[in-house]
């Protein structure tokens, strides 16, 4: 029997899955994407054009895969039918289109896929898909496997790299797949990156690195004087030491809600849950020339050369822009996310809380109001308590 395997997306990851998935010996793979033209046009192109993955190998050299995928629509009635896994290759906010649309079509012991998740993915996809959730194993990973991107629209994409790990959380209650999930993700991602399960869905959630950016913007613009820039200042390596003490004290908060979680429910492992300061220290241990502090770690990253702050050209100046996914995406699923789950725990986060401050505001949303998560705004998060999730009980009742 084939594996049938559905990518949700139309974009730098979904190019690259799309590909992986239709060269893997025994599957077939399904496209699905809503958003504008896009099915349209990966479908028209797919008449003329071969569909090739280039890949990068850590050596330099490249290798060109070539395989197309059988069937791209926006039309989740011929796409979901009969698929055994389900990946979800989108930013945050078109999660909830892609459940949506999934949700009538969608059988029992299927493996949903978040790649990224990205925070509060599996609290979305039970909200709405309800008790076929029950049914599916919810899988979330961490990040994207490689750094891609689009060289031709519906022809070409690059990988430019690929991680070595890459780590994900399993829910999966009563869910029989076909095969375990990590295995089937495995065989379609190729020998690199190695996939494993670590801790549980707690854990990736507090992992989620979109927490980096929020207190970055902060610390740069809320002291702004509103005059325009010449040009774009340095995101990253343009912090000062004001800015990475607080993103340190954030990364703390992070920690203490993960140790207290394990307080509280000691069967839960939540070891994997690090300070981004060891996060750096880690993952980017080849690149970083002064790994003595975050501070440094940020300043001295070469993965930064070059990342500048999300700007806006206004008459030749640049404006900073308030509308990037940075805080569009990163503050509602991300760091709000992570204040619920310390809300729950019961550790209070001052610092996550003066970040939220500000961003809320240039958002024009109110997620938090004190330092309590009960601003009007909360549904258009993916905070737990949105969801009615109260207790560190609830939390691990999800499956
Ligand atoms: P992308 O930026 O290529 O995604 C664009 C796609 O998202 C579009 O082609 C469309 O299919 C969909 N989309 C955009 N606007 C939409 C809307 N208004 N409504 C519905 N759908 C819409 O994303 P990419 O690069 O594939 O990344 C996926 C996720 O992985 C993101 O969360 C990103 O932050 C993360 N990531 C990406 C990396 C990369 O190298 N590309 C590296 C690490 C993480």
Redo the contacts with the bound molecule.
Sequence with gaps: DKLVVLIC??????HVLAGLAASTPGAEARVM???AD?AERWSKSMETNDFVVSVTNSDGSVEDLKAKPVLITKDPSKAVPGADIIFF????F?HE?YFTAIAPYVSSHTVLVGL?G?AGFEQQCVFILKDKAKQCAIVSFE??P????ILEFFKHVLIQGKKETLGGSVIMSGCKPIAQPMELVQRILGNKPVVSEIGNYLVINLLAKSVVHPPIMYGKWSKWDGKPFDSKPLFYQGVDELQARLLSGVADEIVATAKAIEKQRPSADMSKVNHVLEWYRVNYADQITDNSSLFMCLKTNKAYDGLVHPMKEVDGKFMPDFKYRYMTEDVPFGIVVMKGIAEIAGVPTPNMDEVMHWCQKQIGKEFIVGSKLCGKDLDSSRAPQRYGYKTIADLFNIG
């Design positions: 997306g139309g974009g730098n990851g979904a994407t809503l958003y896009e290759t989108v930013p945050a078109a289109q990224p990205q990040s994207l490689w750094a891609c991107r």
